[in-house]
């Protein structure tokens, strides 16, 4: 991953754990919970880590636009989000996900198939991994083909939370349509 020199940070808490949230320039390039698979730790902690922004704006709505959406006061993000940092592909795995509506789940074969890389399924989940906007880019939606809970960077319990809360059907899952380009994406 790459991210912009100017990217600063934010330490927050959640009902899922404590938060770093990143942002650059452009938009929200990080949510993610503390000690999760693939988080940038050299960015986060330690003398070579961006800058704490506590007055931040972005920061701050983030902080408080995922507090509100973990206690059922907010269905949706309305955040600009850079996703410049990962690969082509990567970001339009990423833009995809936003589209997995609330409630919805989809297995990473389908979303592979809506994507046009049918033999790709391993890469797509690779790059669903590599999610670095947790909860916000929502890739604990993206389930094993028979509805199973698969692979979460966040944990297997948040996963289960995230989805218990949005009250999500775990049934085999169908593809979705990502026909728009979600609003706050840029």
């Given at each position: 991953m790459?991210?912009?020199?100017?990217?600063?940070q934010?330490?927050a808490?959640?009902?899922?754990?404590?938060?770093?949230?990143a942002a650059?320039?452009a938009?929200?390039v990080g949510v993610w919970?503390e000690?999760?698979r693939?988080e940038?730790v050299?960015?986060?902690?330690?003398?070579?880590?961006?800058?704490?922004a506590?007055?931040h704006a972005?920061l701050?709505a983030a902080?408080?636009q995922?507090?509100?959406?973990l206690?059922?006061?907010?269905?949706?993000?309305d955040?600009p989000?850079?996703?410049s940092?990962?690969?082509?592909?990567?970001q339009?795995?990423w833009?995809?996900?936003?589209?997995?509506?609330r409630g919805?789940?989809?297995?990473?074969?389908?979303?592979?198939l809506q994507?046009?890389y049918p033999?790709a399924?391993?890469?797509?989940g690779a790059?669903?991994g590599?999610?670095?906007?947790s909860?916000?880019?929502?890739?604990?939606?993206?389930v094993?083909s028979d509805?199973s809970?698969t692979?979460?960077?966040?944990?297997l319990?948040?996963?289960?939370?995230?989805l218990?809360l949005?009250n999500a059907?775990?049934?085999?899952?169908?593809a979705?349509?990502?026909a728009?380009?979600?609003?706050?994406?840029?």
């Open positions: 790459h991210y912009h020199p100017h990217t600063v934010l330490q808490a959640s009902a899922l754990g404590t938060v770093r949230l650059s320039p938009g929200l919970f000690g999760q693939h940038p050299t960015r986060l902690y330690g003398t070579g880590a961006w800058p704490h506590p007055g972005l701050q902080a408080l995922l507090q509100q959406y206690a059922a006061e907010r269905s949706t993000f955040l989000l850079d996703l940092g990962g690969t082509p592909f990567q339009s795995v833009r995809a996900l936003l589209a997995i509506g919805a789940t989809t297995s990473y074969g389908a979303l592979s994507l046009g033999r399924v391993r890469a797509l790059a669903v590599r999610n670095p906007l909860v916000v880019v929502p890739c604990h939606r993206v094993g509805g809970l692979g979460y960077a966040g944990g319990d948040r996963k289960r939370a995230l218990t949005e059907q775990l049934a085999a899952t169908r979705h349509s990502i728009a380009t979600p609003q706050g994406f840029q």
